[in-house]
């Protein structure tokens, strides 16, 4: 597991439910996996925007930044992912 650099984005990441920290967690696993192994994309950057835990490449300028949050619906939450 890849320690946070930012403790801001540690902060968040640790006041999710448990459930929902672990599917976020596996799912920032795989952007920072993905853009190890992709060409031309570089480091990834995270920090918080608009109070949600972002990716972006600023290393490179390469893509689009990625948001990852939870969104009630209903009872329960959803997990939001926004590029």
Known sequence: MKRFADRAVASV???Y???IRRRLMV???LMFETAAKTEGV??????LKW???SYLTAETGSGSTVRI?????GSGYAIYFHC
């Open 51 to 53: 109070g949600q835990p």
């Open 69 to 73: 949050d939870r969104l009630k619906k």
């Open 17 to 19: 439910p448990a459930d």
């Open 42 to 47: 570089g480091r990834l950057t995270e920090t």
């Open 13 to 15: 990441f640790k006041a």
């Open 27 to 29: 799912l920032r696993a």
